[in-house]
């Protein structure tokens, strides 16, 4: 029988980082209170959380690769929210800020959890912030407490 390893949904313990983008506040608000009512109900204490508020989804991944490697926190969570426009824009920021978070995760050695939305209506934006879709804060919290609990797993 191969052996099989999993995260736990068990945030006890654990030190979280929260990097929000306040552009498109209205969501990125609803992103964060989904992200700190998953990491409450699952055992993480306020005192445990840190959340640090940057201007945009651009600056989501320069914040957490300080925060990662500041030995403050076990696993960060990016949250934002970029709405398709019409121009490119969307996409290179889209791009650069997964890219980004995907590096930090991979350089720093400590779970990076992506909760940033990419959507092309604010209406999208919406349901994937508490409606419809649920939210994709709760969910980007959640896979950042699996992924810490996994990381202590497999030890170094």
């Known amino acids: 029988m191969p052996r099989t390893y999993e995260g736990m949904l068990d945030a006890k313990g654990f030190r979280f980082g929260l ?3 306040r552009f498109n506040d209205l969501i990125t608000g609803r992103l964060v209170e989904g992200a700190l009512d998953c990491l409450s109900r ?25 925060l990662a490697g500041s030995g403050k926190v076990d696993a960060v969570i990016g949250l934002g929210v970029l709405i398709r426009g019409a121009t490119p824009h969307f996409d290179y920021i889209a791009a650069e800020t997964a890219k980004g978070l995907a590096h930090v995760g991979l ?29 994709k804060g709760w969910q980007a919290a ?15």
Request: glycine share 12%.
């Open 19 to 21: 990097v929000v983008g």
């Open 42 to 66: 699952h055992g993480a204490l306020d005192d445990e959380i840190t959340i640090v508020k940057v201007p945009g989804s651009w600056e989501i991944p320069l914040v957490a690769e300080r």
């Open 107 to 135: 350089s720093k050695g400590i779970p990076v959890s992506f909760g940033v939305l990419t959507c092309d209506t604010l209406e999208q934006a919406l349901e994937r912030s508490g409606a419809k879709a649920g939210n």
């Open 142 to 156: 959640q896979a950042a407490i699996e992924m810490v609990q996994l990381y202590r797993t497999l030890g170094d």
